[in-house]
């Protein structure tokens, strides 16, 4: 997933309208998405937002 399409759908969180929201992303790059995952939250950890891959699906 993209960063332009990440922020588009947690929008409204990142601008402390809401306290949560799910994202579903199809992907056969598991790997890749964990890496962006990883990468998001070293960047919003700090902001007090933290992104979680509930579920993996194969």
Known sequence: MSDERMI???APN???LK???LIRCRT???DGLLQAVT???ARL???GVE???L???G
Do not use: M
């Open 8 to 10: 588009r759908f947690a």
């Open 51 to 53: 992104e979680t891959l």
């Open 45 to 47: 950890n700090p902001k």
């Open 39 to 41: 990468q998001w939250n």
């Open 19 to 21: 306290v949560g929201s």
């Open 14 to 16: 990142l601008a402390s």
């Open 28 to 30: 056969t790059d598991f």
């Open 55 to 57: 579920q993996q699906k």
